[in-house]
């Protein structure tokens, strides 16, 4: 009985277990539902243009919804990368200033940073995800990879141009990497992912890596402006290694400046033109309102598509505040935060002095009248004589009238009857409509003169109601002009796709053309090559641009790199430039002063120590391989 | 620091899912439902449940009917009422328009109001709640049931905060074959709705300014009291009235939870043979709509918002267990226990959000993991005086790769009841004497993916997508992994010795145990490069706890009219970071913890080997010779003449050093009165709210004058200074949990009916030196802490 009752005891134990034992172990191997593996996310022929569009939109997006972050550790919209590239670039200059309060923003324009800085560490972190995106990339699409999958040769092709397109985008980064940090440290798609120490490589090392990269892909690439709007093109890869070129000095210390005008004339001869009008370059439709043809390489933004509070979303509406209306913008309410310095706004004053100068030789010839500095008593206002029987002259006149007169002797002067540009002695008076400065020139030869307003370099693009040109409290946004330059509505003034106003539409350029001028011109100064002639012609296509007509020319004499650091300044301001600028002119740290530079409100010079930014603490901490920047 | 912090939850047999946050597993019970309530720390008695065991459990099992009983019904309500006890100290009228003066800028000035708005009183209520509930029970020759219905009604103290809870459970038991088969069914399901109060509505009560009205006067935004701009649009940064976002936001969800299990036990033909096999299931459904009207001040830009969000989650457990006792030659007494338990979950969730601009926002989840279980118990008894157990366990997850699956973990314990030895057995002065050592390992794995040692992709959504030529692409992100990560192991030793004096009419225990964990599953940064994600869920570090319990249960008066029992028990507690894997230097500040508001990205906290978890990483602040702090000046201690990051020092931590408890019953012929003491001493809290809103800059920016904290009014602080120790602050206190006043009748119709009636305070009082809300908040951080109520009560039970 006992056995008989065991056994059958036993036997029900047996048949339960193994039962529910059976397949058991296999339980364990479950698979993501809405996340995909690497096998489930390729199946899927679209995915690699996916894992590029990702790459791509690395720049312009802060993760896979609206309220994902990529970066941990700091609010999703303060870790966008053209953000915080702009807060970089941009703040610990005189061109910008912040008025808010975020944990430690401030110490950027005060150059007072230190290794803990969250905005630093978040760029820092922001360009090894990027660089983590290629290299991952990289390792899915090798040709074994590839194979596996069954790929066919059309995709493969596509994939090619893919992989050639990732590299220019980890250059890009790797190029930020060695210009904010100097010697960091260096992975490829040839490391594991896991949790191990990079070793750091030298900032000449990971500048000929750079070199490298694009020589290698610069025939993978397609040509200029052919490949679809937002992708890398042969015209990126050679503006990047102009752009490396000519910071060499600074990187590597060796000077490569006939490297840099090698690409530059590669750039410019790329079949790029500059835009119709300065301030559309940075509309809502500045994809396709003539500004295209300008851009070497933008970052693209949507309203609708592409949104989040970081890349022109936050420089647009951080830049508004005050008395300025927020529907100028085509957004729904500026963050008051953004303004510039008096520094930046001197950079502007038209110096009429300079400009008469170069005119011609004083004349006896002059202007007087109720719009001239002395009324109808004189001193007349002297003009210059530009040629035989030619005489013009930039004056600063008020509404009134003026007449021509010699030697301030009413015995011989002309006036017009009809106001119809053609002189008659002892005409009219010529009425001046509004006070403003403008450009007169007379021609006694055919009897004949102009009257324009010289309108001045549109670039200077200031909002001063209820704004103070001297900074006095930093945290007020009221204290520092205003600038209008970035603006979500297109060339009729509609408000961009999103139509509450949230998010802009409006493209970051990284490269344009006018860059690409602006650096012949400073490699030509520094001894690269190119002649001043050609120069000279470059830099006076970017200023026609500006002033709308030839007054803002210049002659071949003015070329100096003090006036190339002020014409940059006026070209590029607020694209994300200054900082690299000024370092490469000395004059970001222990030279140049600019208001609230160190703390002071005057500005002081900082320690050259400043020049590169610290790599984050945590990483110190994290990688026993670091070694930290002098001066931190 | 480590993966998970709560107590595994058992309800009769069931496990309860940990990561359930629709109406966590205990809440669905009905108090009137409990049967018992078992705390379980000591490492052994924990190793059997395995690897959601590792913070304690919590065993508790629901009433069942008994055999042959008659038919016997229950009814219970209570009527409460809820009142705000403390409120955050902000400046009142006179000192915000004081202040603002004396800051001197002119729009500023400008703006101040001539009210005096107290706006934390205008978003607060007394809250009101009700409960009621109808058991009845009755036993049948092989047979008997329990069922209950219940229903709550429930609102918070913050205006428009309330919930509505119905629910019903059924137990029935049934026995067969001669009692050798029994049948134990259990289900439970509660169905609620829940009113969510807006949750910037507490945050804007304390910066809104107090000069202003609530009310605007007019019809525009629904009649309150809004920031505008000059062209009568709100404005777009400053705070939206408290009051306005509670009464205009709606938020609404259902949330319905059923769990269940059955239990068939059967005795072998065999003696001392048993198998026992549970099958559970607990499944979650929420479903809430929201949304922002377009009239509202909030919702004005987007032309309002709606939306919806969907949770579920299910887990299915079958646990099977053979179990063989035996007796032979009394007094060796044998127990084993051989078994093996799956537990398996699935989770998703949805959000969609649509605005009145058409802007689409949404997001959808879902994943999966289990658990499967081996393990073996032998438990040895000889005479009842000695006992030894011996468990092995086997634990696999399927969050780990197969390389790293599994964890074996043994325990073991052994007990010696010294009060049964000949020498004690008939002693009354010590009649319980039992010395308990023992030794547990548990494994950890709640971690926060289920998939974090796999490359993954995630697709990014359509607002987030990037452009080539005239195409919209949506994105796909690889995320970080480590291939690497593995179980979390912890391991338990105690000892302690249960006591029992004057016939255990004193009884208690006194224990002492030091817990080491290895292999601590956090979140650290990854070195810069190594990974795909800058932040990454891995093993990180070693951890160790360890401390003493003290308990004494008296019963001081035991009379026919009056009893009176006390139980007092004391803990002291100590943790320290041993290891962290990624931080070879013990100098350095260590990793970075603890997000704090004031700014982006903040942290007060650190992990620091040899320290405390959490400890606050803060500046030694320096005062003049009134004792007032001078802002920015703190202790330069590495001397180089700069106030840098490495003048921080670990300064205290949240975490209490002595844990105290005391609670009394006492009984009077009918009356009876109980109360719960608690106190807790050591524990800091940093007051983040003074530290990021207690500074003059806070009090106008962006165009719009906002409140702040009034320990301004003591340091006068121009900037925020997020890392002064001046914030750091004594948070022990001894609180009154709850008092109970109640009364029996007891005689009513021959003893068959019993009827009861009580009035209980909760949350009585709170003595404290913290001068922020609460002085218990969990991790250390006062931030957004909604407040806790004192609720007075009146109720009574009738069981007939």
């Given at each position: 009985m006992l056995n008989k009752k065991i056994k059958f005891s036993l036997g029900i134990i047996t048949l339960m277990l193994?039962?529910?034992?059976?397949?058991?172990?296999?339980?364990?191997?479950?698979?993501?539902?809405?996340?995909?593996?690497?096998?489930?996310?390729?199946?899927?022929?679209?995915?690699?243009?996916?894992?590029?569009?990702?790459?791509?939109?690395?720049?312009?997006?802060?993760?896979?919804?609206?309220?994902?972050?990529?970066?941990?550790?700091?609010?999703?919209?303060?870790?966008?990368?053209?953000?915080?590239?702009?807060?970089?670039?941009?703040?610990?200059?005189?061109?910008?200033?912040?008025?808010?309060?975020?944990?430690?923003?401030?110490?950027?324009?005060?150059?007072?940073?230190?290794?803990?800085?969250?905005?630093?560490?978040?760029?820092?972190?922001?360009?090894?995800?990027?660089?983590?995106?290629?290299?991952?990339?990289?390792?899915?699409?090798?040709?074994?990879?590839?194979?596996?999958?069954?790929v066919d040769d059309a995709l493969k092709a596509k994939i090619a141009e893919f992989r050639a397109e990732a590299r220019f985008m980890r250059a890009l980064s790797y190029w930020h990497g060695i210009d904010f940090f100097g010697a960091i440290p260096f992975v490829t798609e040839d490391d594991v992912v896991g949790n191990f120490f990079p070793e750091q490589k030298s900032r000449t090392e990971v500048f000929t890596f750079i070199e490298s990269e694009l020589k290698d892909i610069e025939p993978l690439l397609m040509a200029p402006r052919s490949n679809e709007l937002g992708r890398a093109d042969k015209g990126a890869a050679w503006m990047l290694l102009a752009k490396i070129y000519i910071n060499a000095e600074v990187y590597t210390g060796t000077a490569r400046y006939a490297d840099a005008m090698t690409y530059i004339n590669n750039v410019i001869s790329g079949g790029y033109a500059l835009g119709p009008k300065y301030n559309y370059l940075f509309l809502a439709d500045n994809e396709s309102n003539g500004s295209q043809n300008e851009s070497i390489f933008s970052v693209r933004f949507d309203g609708i598509n592409?949104?989040?509070?970081?890349?022109?979303?936050?420089?647009?509406?951080?830049?508004?505040?005050?008395?300025?209306?927020?529907?100028?913008?085509?957004?729904?309410?500026?963050?008051?935060?953004?303004?510039?310095?008096?520094?930046?706004?001197?950079?502007?004053?038209?110096?009429?002095?300079?400009?008469?100068?170069?005119?011609?030789?004083?004349?006896?010839?002059?202007?007087?009248?109720?719009?001239?500095?002395?009324?109808?008593?004189?001193?007349?206002?002297?003009?210059?004589?530009?040629?035989?029987?030619?005489?013009?002259?930039?004056?600063?006149?008020?509404?009134?009238?003026?007449?021509?007169?010699?030697?301030?002797?009413?015995?011989?002067?002309?006036?017009?009857?009809?106001?119809?540009?053609?002189?008659?002695?002892?005409?009219?008076?010529?009425?001046?409509?509004?006070?403003?400065?403008?450009?007169?020139?007379?021609?006694?030869?055919?009897?004949?003169?102009?009257?324009?307003?010289?309108s001045g370099d549109t670039r200077e693009m200031f909002h001063i109601d209820g704004q103070s040109l001297e900074i006095e409290n930093p945290f007020d946004f009221s204290n520092g002009y205003a600038i209008t330059k970035w603006r979500n509505v297109d060339v009729n003034g509609n408000r961009g796709v999103d139509g509450s106003g949230t998010f802009c539409d409006i493209d970051f350029p990284v490269f344009r053309l006018a860059d690409a001028y602006l650096m012949y011109a400073e490699v030509f100064l520094r001894g690269g090559g190119g002649d001043a002639g050609t120069a000279t012609g470059y830099i006076n296509m970017i200023r026609e641009r500006a002033y709308g007509n030839a007054g803002g020319n210049i002659n071949p004499g003015a070329l100096s790199l003090e006036f190339i650091m002020a014409e940059r300044s006026r070209e590029l301001y607020w694209e994300s430039h200054r900082r690299t600028d000024l370092i490469r002119f000395n004059q970001f740290s222990e030279n140049g002063v600019w208001p609230w530079k160190g703390g002071v409100i005057q500005g002081t010079t900082t320690a050259k120590t400043r020049d590169l930014y610290p790599i984050p603490s945590a990483d110190i901490i994290a990688n026993p391989n670091l070694t930290q920047n002098p001066g931190y | 620091m480590s993966a998970n912090n709560n107590p595994l939850i058992v309800i009769d047999g069931v496990p309860m899912d940990q990561e359930a946050d629709n109406a966590p597993g205990l809440s669905s019970v009905n108090p009137n439902d409990i049967e018992s309530f078992v705390i379980l720390k000591d490492a052994s008695a924990t190793a059997i449940y395995g690897s959601r065991a590792s913070a304690g459990v919590i065993l508790i099992t629901t009433k069942t009917g008994h055999r042959n009983a008659p038919l016997r019904a229950d009814f219970s309500t209570w009527v409460s009422v809820g009142t705000r006890e403390n409120q955050v100290s902000v400046l009142d009228a006179d000192q915000f328009t004081a202040a603002i003066q004396s800051q001197g800028i002119e729009n500023s000035i400008a703006l101040l109001g001539e009210n005096d708005t107290d706006w934390q009183d205008e978003i607060y209520r007394t809250a009101i709640g009700t409960d009621n509930n109808l058991t009845v029970t009755q036993g049948f020759d092989n047979s008997s049931f329990r069922a209950s219905v219940g229903y709550t009604y429930q609102e918070g103290i913050v205006k428009t905060d309330d919930f509505t809870r119905k629910s019903g459970s059924l137990n029935y038991r049934h026995n067969l074959f001669n009692d050798t088969f029994k049948i134990n069914f259990n289900i439970r399901g509660t169905v609620s709705d829940k009113n969510n109060a807006d949750e910037g509505a507490r945050g804007n009560s304390l910066t809104m300014d107090p000069t202003q009205p609530v009310y605007s006067g007019t019809t525009q935004y629904g009649g309150f009291w809004e920031w505008l701009d000059a062209d009568g649009t709100p404005n777009a940064q400053s705070p939206k009235n408290p009051l306005g976002l509670l009464e205009q936001n709606n938020s609404v969800e259902s949330i319905q939870r059923y769990i269940g299990n059955v239990k068939l036990d059967y005795d072998f033909p065999v003696e001392g043979l048993k198998a026992n096999l549970n099958l559970g299931f607990d499944y979650g459904q929420t479903d809430g709509y929201w949304d922002v009207p377009a009239t509202s001040a909030s919702g004005f830009d987007d032309l309002g918002t709606t939306g919806t969000w969907n949770n579920l989650r299910r887990s299915t457990l079958a646990d099977f267990y053979v179990n063989y006792l035996h007796e032979f030659e009394k007094p060796h007494k044998i127990d084993i226990m051989v078994g093996y338990s799956y537990q398996d979950f699935y989770r998703e969730n949805a959000t969609y959000q649509i605005s009145g601009q058409g802007a689409i926002r949404e997001t959808e989840?879902?994943?999966?993991?289990?658990?499967?279980?081996?393990?073996?118990?032998?438990?040895?008894?000889?005479?009842?005086?000695?006992?030894?157990?011996?468990?092995?366990?086997?634990?696999?997850?399927?969050?780990?790769?197969?390389?790293?699956?599994?964890?074996?973990?043994?325990?073991?314990?052994?007990?010696?009841?010294?009060?049964?030895?000949?020498?004690?057995?008939?002693?009354?002065?010590?009649?319980?004497?039992?010395?308990?050592?023992?030794?547990?390992?548990?494994?950890?794995?709640?971690?926060?993916?289920?998939?974090?040692?796999?490359?993954?992709?995630?697709?990014?959504?359509?607002?987030?997508?990037?452009?080539?030529?005239?195409?919209?692409?949506?994105?796909?992100?690889?995320?970080?992994?480590?291939?690497?990560?593995?179980?979390?192991?912890?391991?338990?030793?105690?000892?302690?010795?249960?006591?029992?004096?004057?016939?255990?009419?004193?009884?208690?225990?006194?224990?002492?145990?030091?817990?080491?964990?290895?292999?601590?599953?956090?979140?650290?940064?990854?070195?810069?490069?190594?990974?795909?994600?800058?932040?990454?869920?891995?093993?990180?570090?070693?951890?160790?706890?360890?401390?003493?319990?003290?308990?004494?249960?008296a019963d001081i008066f035991q009379t026919d009219n009056f009893v009176w029992?006390?139980?007092?028990?004391?803990?002291?507690?100590?943790?320290?970071?041993?290891?962290?894997?990624?931080?070879?230097?013990?100098?350095?500040?260590?990793?970075?913890?603890?997000?704090?508001?004031?700014?982006?990205?903040?942290?007060?906290?650190?992990?620091?080997?040899?320290?405390?978890?959490?400890?606050?990483?803060?500046?030694?602040?320096?005062?003049?010779?009134?004792?007032?702090?001078?802002?920015?000046?703190?202790?330069?201690?590495?001397?180089?003449?700069?106030?840098?990051?490495?003048?921080?020092?670990?300064?205290?931590?949240?975490?209490?050093?002595?844990?105290?408890?005391?609670?009394?019953?006492?009984n009077y012929k009918n009356w009876d009165f109980n109360f719960v003491f608690r106190a807790s001493l050591g524990n800091y809290t940093y007051n983040n709210i003074a530290s990021s809103e207690g500074n003059?800059?806070?009090?106008?920016?962006?165009?719009?004058?906002?409140?702040?904290?009034?320990?301004?009014?003591?340091?006068?602080?121009?900037?925020?200074?997020?890392?002064?120790?001046?914030?750091?602050?004594?948070?022990?206190?001894?609180?009154?949990?709850?008092?109970?006043?109640?009364?029996?009748?007891?005689?009513?119709?021959?003893?068959?009916?019993?009827?009861?009636?009580y009035g209980s305070v909760q949350n009585a009082f709170v003595i404290t030196d913290y001068d922020g809300l609460d002085p218990e908040i969990s991790g250390g951080i006062d931030n957004n802490f909604y407040p806790r109520p004192r609720t007075f009560l009146l109720g009574f039970n009738v069981n007939f």
């Open positions: 193994t039962l529910l034992l059976g397949s058991c172990e296999d339980v364990l191997d479950k698979e993501p539902i809405t996340e995909l593996t690497s096998e489930q996310a390729f199946e899927n022929e679209e995915s690699y243009e996916q894992f590029m569009a990702k790459i791509y939109g690395g720049l312009a997006i802060n993760g896979q919804d609206l309220d994902d972050a990529d970066i941990q550790g700091i609010d999703g919209h303060f870790s966008n990368y053209v953000r915080l590239y702009y807060n970089l670039q941009e703040l610990s200059t005189e061109e910008a200033i912040i008025a808010w309060n975020d944990g430690t923003i401030h110490d950027l324009h005060n150059q007072v940073w230190t290794p803990a800085n969250e905005f630093i560490a978040a760029m820092y972190y922001r360009i090894y995800f990027q660089i983590g995106l290629v290299n991952q990339f990289l390792r899915e699409t090798t040709e074994d990879k590839l194979d596996g999958r069954g592409i949104t989040g509070w970081g890349g022109t979303t936050y420089i647009t509406h951080a830049a508004v505040g005050g008395t300025m209306d927020p529907n100028i913008f085509g957004i729904d309410g500026g963050w008051g935060g953004l303004r510039t310095t008096s520094t930046f706004v001197e950079k502007f004053e038209a110096d009429l002095t300079g400009l008469n100068d170069g005119l011609g030789a004083l004349s006896d010839w002059g202007l007087v009248g109720s719009a001239t500095t002395n009324g109808w008593d004189g001193p007349d206002m002297e003009m210059y004589e530009t040629s035989t029987d030619n005489y013009a002259l930039y004056a600063t006149l008020v509404a009134g009238e003026i007449k021509f007169r010699f030697d301030e002797d009413w015995g011989n002067n002309y006036g017009s009857d009809n106001n119809d540009g053609n002189l008659q002695p002892g005409g009219a008076n010529i009425p001046i409509p509004a006070d403003g400065v403008y450009f007169i020139t007379m021609n006694l030869g055919n009897l004949t003169y102009t009257l324009s307003p010289f | 989840f879902a994943t999966t993991n289990s658990l499967l279980s081996y393990f073996t118990r032998l438990n040895y008894a000889y005479d009842n005086r000695y006992l030894v157990t011996f468990t092995y366990r086997r634990d696999g997850s399927s969050r780990f790769s197969p390389d790293n699956r599994w964890g074996n973990f043994f325990s073991g314990a052994v007990a010696w009841s010294i009060a049964d030895e000949a020498f004690l057995r008939d002693s009354e002065t010590i009649s319980t004497l039992k010395l308990r050592i023992g030794y547990g390992e548990t494994g950890q794995q709640e971690i926060g993916s289920d998939f974090g040692y796999l490359p993954v992709y995630t697709p990014g959504q359509n607002n987030v997508r990037y452009q080539f030529g005239n195409r919209f692409i949506n994105t796909l992100r690889p995320e970080g992994y480590d291939s690497e990560i593995k179980w979390e192991e912890s391991a338990t030793s105690n000892i302690g010795i249960d006591y029992g004096f004057l016939n255990d009419r004193i009884t208690g225990s006194l224990e002492y145990y030091i817990r080491k964990t290895t292999d601590v599953l956090s979140t650290v940064s990854p070195p810069a490069g190594s990974n795909l994600s800058n932040s990454l869920f891995t093993n990180i570090g070693d951890l160790e706890n360890s401390g003493f319990e003290f308990s004494v249960n029992n006390v139980n007092f028990n004391a803990t002291y507690l100590q943790n320290e970071i041993t290891r962290l894997n990624a931080v070879e230097d013990p100098e350095s500040p260590g990793l970075a913890v603890g997000g704090i508001r004031g700014g982006v990205g903040n942290t007060i906290q650190t992990q620091q080997v040899g320290q405390a978890q959490f400890s606050y990483l803060v500046y030694k602040q320096v005062y003049d010779s009134d004792g007032n702090p001078l802002q920015g000046v703190y202790e330069d201690l590495n001397g180089d003449g700069q106030w840098t990051d490495l003048d921080k020092r670990i300064y205290k931590n949240p975490n209490p050093d002595y844990l105290l408890g005391l609670s009394s019953y006492m003059s800059t806070s009090l106008f920016f962006n165009g719009t004058n906002r409140n702040i904290h009034d320990s301004y009014l003591d340091t006068g602080f121009g900037e925020v200074q997020l890392w002064s120790d001046y914030y750091i602050q004594d948070a022990s206190f001894l609180k009154m949990d709850n008092a109970v006043l109640g009364y029996n009748f007891n005689n009513l119709k021959e003893g068959e009916v019993i009827f009861r009636i």
